[in-house]
């Protein structure tokens, strides 16, 4: 992570858009999990990216957070947040990955606050109407192998980066919160299955693209929702020679709390949030089967060690027809 974020108060907040108004030239509000997020931007880019990914919200609507993007000459990148007001300013942020996820962790802020729904920066597919989710730290292949995992002909994406969570009495149930996903360049040369979505799309100066995937998996092959089942951790470890670990509630909130939940992205870190997301992680992690994988091998290695784990933790075929 290259960016820190700095909490502001409302009189500060305040400051800030009037002296920034004058610039955002564009805006548009986007529906977040029932959560109405509105841009204001200086970049147009920036605002198609952003209808391109988010499913839009009525102008009518009364927006719950604001994210104010801006690109000004001759000042240093920074990311200031309201936690009162739920607004957040970025200045010189141009990575789009970092804005859509400071957007989407504006509503995770909002919704466990307000609603005790909780958010995971994670990846979640459904396999045969089982629930598969992967969580991990970047640059471990949570975005390889949850794309891999989508060949598999009878799974269908709720999402490959970051999805919301309703707890009841039964098995936690994952929901999707983007329209469509962002993704590298390179996941094409990993599998090829995906080489024509990538060639239809328009990259960035960092080789990466807003993509409708339902290009390649069809119209049923992404769904809003799914039950979770099996949740897999992923570590990169080469000194290990240990693939597949099966853990304890424990052992995996352990693991969460030592990864920052895996989420750089969270924009209040204090003692309250801490023990609100200590919480529910642990009431997920008691009702699914929970596996640390260690993705030393090939991506084509490693997601054969996880299609052969979930065949045996579950009762789908995850062999894929080519």
Known sequence: ????????????????????????????????????????????????????????ANENIRSHGRL??????????????????????????????WIKSIALALASDILEDEHRIYSVHGAVIDISCLGVSIIAPSGTGKTTHSWGLLRIPTARLISDDWYFVRLSSREPLALGSEKNTYIQADIGKIWNEYEQLVDKARLDERGRAIVNVRWIVGGGGVIP??????????????????????????????????????????????????????????????????????????????????????????????????
């Open 1 to 56: 992570m290259s960016y820190k974020v700095q909490l502001i108060n409302p009189q500060e907040k305040d400051r800030f858009f009037e002296n920034y108004a004058p610039q955002l030239l564009y805006t548009s509000k986007a529906d977040i999990y029932g959560c109405c997020i509105k841009l204001l931007t200086n970049s147009r880019q920036i605002k198609d990216l952003w209808e391109d990914n988010f499913y839009s």
């Open 68 to 97: 104010i993007v801006l690109q000004e000459s001759n000042q240093p990148m920074s990311v200031h947040y309201d936690p009162y007001t739920k607004t957040a300013f970025l200045i010189n942020v141009d990575y789009y990955g």
């Open 225 to 322: 929702m799914a039950t979770l089942h099996n949740i897999i951790l992923l570590k990169r470890d080469p000194t290990d020679n240990q693939i597949i670990t099966q853990l304890s509630v424990k052992e995996a909130l352990n693991y969460m709390r030592e990864h920052d939940f895996c989420n750089p992205h969270q924009l209040v870190r204090d003692k309250r949030k801490l023990e609100l997301r200590t919480n529910f992680f642990e009431q997920i992690f008691e009702k699914c089967k929970i596996h640390l994988i260690n993705t030393t091998g090939t991506p084509q290695q490693t997601q054969t060690e996880i299609r052969k784990l979930l065949t045996l933790t579950t009762p789908f075929d995850t062999k894929y027809s080519n």
